[in-house]
């Protein structure tokens, strides 16, 4: 579920291309009926389909596991401005001599962060990436679910003040990726001229 795309409308797609299975948030269930008579499958036998309260919590829960699986360095990087050419920088270094994997253009949201860490593998070393902000909170969330350790505050501008009152509320949001890097014993850098 995202704010411009419903998942769900693409189950009966994504099974003729031959997936091998999907989730489903509860209230849901109705469309079962529809997918199988539409797909003219007799059952879903052989498929592996999961019902879940809520699909983006869901996800945020894979990629959450997915991450600690295989433990690659993961670099989280914030601010108002300057998050994507930080991370191609950091891409086009790293990547000379290591594995990389990171969140591709800015798929900076809880759907896109968690979907780039599906693509990392036991051969990753880095995974690097872009944390955007909506509001309070987020963050936190998104540098949790990356486990992160080593992370960076590019720059605190105004960009996100429809989402709070002031500078100060921006730069307190954008300080939240300090307490998972505490808790990791990680690495924060900051931007001086800020």
Not at 59 to 87: C, D
Not at 112 to 133: N, P
Not at 143 to 151: K, M, R
């Amino acid at each position: 579920m995202g704010e411009n795309y419903d998942g769900h409308d693409f189950i009966g797609s994504a099974l003729k291309k031959g997936a091998d299975g999907f989730v489903f948030e509860s209230g849901y269930k109705e469309k079962l009926k529809l997918w199988k008579k539409n797909l003219k499958l007799k059952n879903f036998n052989g498929l592996i389909i999961l019902q879940s309260d809520n699909n983006l919590t869901f996800l945020e829960n894979i990629a959450y596991s997915y991450i600690r699986k295989f433990s690659p360095t993961v670099i989280g990087i914030t601010g108002s401005v300057g998050k994507t050419i930080t991370k191609d920088f950091l891409v086009n270094i790293l990547s000379k001599e290591y594995r990389v994997e990171f969140t591709p253009r800015n798929y900076n949201t809880e759907i896109g962060v968690s979907k780039s860490i599906l693509e990392i593998d036991s051969q990753t070393d880095f995974f690097i990436a872009e944390l955007g902000m909506r509001g309070k909170g987020q963050i936190e969330m998104l540098s949790g679910i990356c486990n992160l350790d080593i992370g960076a505050i590019m720059a605190v501008g105004e960009s996100h003040i429809a989402f709070f009152k002031d500078l100060r509320e921006i730069a307190i949001a954008k300080a939240e990726i300090a307490e998972i890097l505490y808790k990791n014993n990680g690495i924060l850098f900051l931007n001086n001229d800020d």
